[in-house]
Each structure stands twice: as structure tokens, then as C-alpha cells.
């Protein structure tokens, strides 16, 4: 199916926050137990020796194409949840094996992130927290103050949305465009590059989004006299912000190239 680029505005980037949340909302107990379904698999596979790190960086692009379905669907009227990635897996499936090859290279690529990152971080990470676990103050801030710490964190996010642009529509072009792994990772470059107005905006309303949240949470839980519960509320915050961010993954994509047409039939959709 040829795709084509569209002309993507700046102000399209708070659109799909917009429209990322009003998704989420529609179905935001299916959206959230898919997220968190495929976060516990990437952290099970990572659980395992030797092979673990890449292959648990290696579904992540999978997560986001089953997102992608997911929104696809809900948009249409229809459910959200895990097989519908099978839409992209099953033997008939246009770019079934470009989107093997990019799940195995992203796996290799985050896999080499983490391990720089954590050379660069040490033990920093680890000391904050035992830290965090004593609950005793100096010993946090003794942790936070590490520049290893800093330093490590900072190069692991530079590194990753550096990793994520290629691949960030990588996936989905394969599928729907029928593209190959080198002119899917060309492709999508090129797209954030021309909308990077957009994808600015997008990332800045979302990381100011999640820290207004947090920040009106943190300080209605102290007002209440109850700051020990802060966990309790910001790990289903979490939860919620990061659904509401991959279900917003399809809009921009669709803006990118669609209108995209319909997937045909799967074979056990057939009659």
C-alpha cells in the first residue's frame, strides 16, 4: 500500500496529546491492562539469562504497533487488546518479516543503551535506591547529588529518543507502507524530521502534563497530611500518562501518512 508525506503543522503535536487522551478515556481499563501486559512480558523476558536485555527490548516495537491496532480499532467503534497484534504476525501479513528484523535490531540497539548508560551511571542508581528503601532524607539527597547519576540518566534519555526516531514509525510502515527495514527507518526519520515542530510540541505537552499532574497529586496528598501514599497515586499516574501515550502512537502516525486504508481480512477472519 503506497503511503505518501503529509504536511504536518507544529500545532499538530498538542492535537495528538489531545486526542491520545480522549482515546485512553474511551477504554482506559483496556488500554491500561495492555500496557501493562506488554511491559510485564518485556520485563519477563528481560528476567532471563544471557539473551534477556535485547529480547526484552525487543517487543517494544511490537507494543507500539499493538497500540496502533488497539486506537485503530477503538476509533472504529471496536475493543482493545493484546492479539490484535497478530494482525502484523500472522504468515500472510505484509511486512511480517521487515518488522521481525526491526523488533531484533531496536533489541540490539536499546540493549546497547542501557549497558553505555549504566557504565556511565555505576552504582549511583542502585545507591538511590537503597536510599529511597531507608526512607531517610540525607541519605536521598546524598544519592540525587551523584553526578554519575546525572550524567547517566541524562545520556540514557539522549541515547534512547536518538534510537526511537528511526524506529518510531519504523514498524507501522512496514505494515501498512509494505516497506523494507532500511526504507522503513529512512522513512520515519525523514517524517519526524519534517514534523519535528510537532513531535517538540507532542514530547514537551506530555513531560509538562505528567509533572503538573504529579505536582497537584504530591501537594494535595501533603495538604491531607498523607505524603506516604504519594507512591500509591503516582504508579497508577504513571500507569494512566503512559497508556494515554501510546494510544496517542496512531495519530501520529496517521497525520504523518494516512489516511491509511483498511487491513484486509486476517486468515482466520475469513470465511
Known amino acids: 500500500m503506497a503511503l505518501k508525506f503529509n504536511e504536518v503543522a507544529a500545532a499538530r503535536g498538542l492535537v495528538w496529546v489531545q486526542q491520545g487522551t480522549r482515546l485512553f478515556l474511551k477504554k482506559p481499563l483496556a488500554f491500561s491492562v495492555l500496557f501493562v501486559m506488554w511491559l510485564f512480558g518485556s520485563m519477563l523476558l528481560m528476567s532471563l539469562p544471557v539473551v534477556g536485555m535485547v ?19 477503538v476509533l472504529a467503534g471496536g475493543p482493545a487488546h ?7 504476525l500472522h504468515a500472510q501479513a505484509p511486512g511480517r518479516r521487515a518488522i521481525q528484523v526491526l523488533c531484533g535490531l531496536y533489541g540490539l540497539g536499546g540493549a546497547l543503551v542501557m549497558l553505555v548508560s549504566n557504565q556511565v551511571m555505576g552504582d549511583s542508581l542502585s545507591r538511590l535506591q537503597a536510599a529511597l528503601a531507608s526512607g531517610q532524607g540525607a541519605a536521598v539527597a546524598q544519592a540525587l547529588s551523584d553526578p554519575a547519576l546525572f550524567n547517566g540518566m541524562g545520556l540514557f534519555a539522549l541515547l534512547a529518543s536518538l534510537l526511537s526516531v528511526p524506529f518510531w514509525h519504523a514498524p507501522a510502515l512496514a505494515h ?3 516497506q523494507g527495514v532500511a526504507q522503513a527507518l529512512f522513512t520515519s526519520t525523514l517524517a519526524l524530521w519534517r514534523a519535528k515542530g510537532a513531535f517538540a510540541l507532542y514530547s514537551l505537552t506530555w513531560l509538562l502534563a505528567y509533572l503538573a499532574a504529579t ?18 497515586v503516582g504508579l497508577p499516574l504513571g500507569l494512566a500518562f503512559s497508556a494515554a501515550f501510546y494510544a496517542s502512537l496512531w495519530n501520529t502516525f496517521d497525520d504523518s501518512f494516512g489516511p491509511v486504508a483498511p487491513d484486509p481480512p486476517a486468515p482466520w477472519e475469513e470465511s
Open 215 to 232: 505536582t497537584v497529586f504530591t501537594f494535595a496528598l501533603v495538604m491531607l497530611g498523607a505524603p506516604q501514599l504519594a507512591p500509591l
Open 176 to 178: 501498512w507502507g509494505g
Open 82 to 88: 493484546p492479539a490484535q497484534v497478530a494482525l502484523a
Open 55 to 73: 529480547a526484552g527490548m525487543a517487543v517494544l516495537p511490537l507494543m507500539s504497533l499493538s497500540f496502533m491496532f488497539a486506537s485503530r480499532s
